[in-house]
């Protein structure tokens, strides 16, 4: 079983419709991450989670919100989506205690808006 | 603000060595990171380098950082098939996030 599950993979919606990303980890990292990949541009960070109670925005949050409702689970939402969110999310994963940082990615979820 | 660039693609054929390039703007970054990402899959840590390093070889890699040019390699030696991927240049900013390039997809030839 995968260290990051993110749920749905593919997901195709209509502008307006709210949508849920879900993410969990068997790591035990306290930190979480959302990123969207676009052809071109690389990943761009949407928000972020260094414990339970801990959110913080990143470069392009404007349009949606998180949930973290455990250490293992991070949630991404969308409340009304719209065509320029279709694109690839990631769930990350991360330890404090890393001394290099590294990033654990789930598989991806991919989200179409028409 | 802070970037990293990266040419998006790279063609080279399957035995010769692959050279991937990456530039970047904060010169207080710790690490440097090269991840990988195989179709349909997220990304995973390929290899990084400490900032105060110049050279990390890794058996078929070998990164090479210019910190006075701000410049960042990955070496592919004997590239094979297998290595059809795109790879990802990224840096930690002051804040310990992480500026990512937009990715080299490399293609290999046979």
């Known amino acids: 079983d995968a260290d990051v599950t993110q749920t749905p993979r593919n997901r195709i919606t209509k502008t307006g419709k709210r949508i849920m990303l879900e993410c969990s980890q068997t790591k035990g990292h306290d930190r979480m991450y959302w990123y969207r990949q676009d052809p071109g541009l690389g990943l761009r960070l949407i928000y972020y989670?260094?414990?339970?109670?801990?959110?913080n925005k990143g470069e392009i949050s404007d349009g949606y919100s998180v949930s973290r409702q455990a250490q293992a689970k991070f949630s991404l939402s969308l409340e009304s989506a719209i065509p320029n969110q279709t694109a690839l999310y990631f769930c990350?994963?991360?330890?404090?205690?890393?001394?290099?940082?590294?990033?654990?990615f789930g598989e991806g979820s991919r989200l179409t808006v028409l | 603000g802070e970037d990293v660039e990266q040419s998006l693609f790279l063609s080279v054929r399957e035995g010769d060595s692959s050279v991937i390039n990456c530039t970047y703007t904060?010169?207080?970054?710790?690490?440097l990171y090269w991840y990988k990402q195989e179709p349909g899959a997220g990304l995973q840590l390929l290899t990084y380098?400490?900032?105060n390093m110049d050279m990390k070889q890794d058996q078929r890699l070998t990164v090479l950082l210019n910190k006075k040019d701000k410049h960042l390699s990955l070496r592919i030696a004997d590239t094979q098939t297998g290595d059809s991927a795109i790879y990802f240049c990224a840096e930690e900013d002051s804040n310990y996030q992480l500026i990512w390039g937009a990715g080299t997809k490399l293609i290999i030839k046979p």
């Open positions: 380098i400490f900032s």
């Open positions: 989670s260094f414990d339970v109670k801990d959110i």
């Open positions: 904060d010169s207080s970054s710790t690490y």
């Open positions: 990350a994963t991360s330890d404090s205690k890393s001394l290099t940082g590294e990033l654990f």
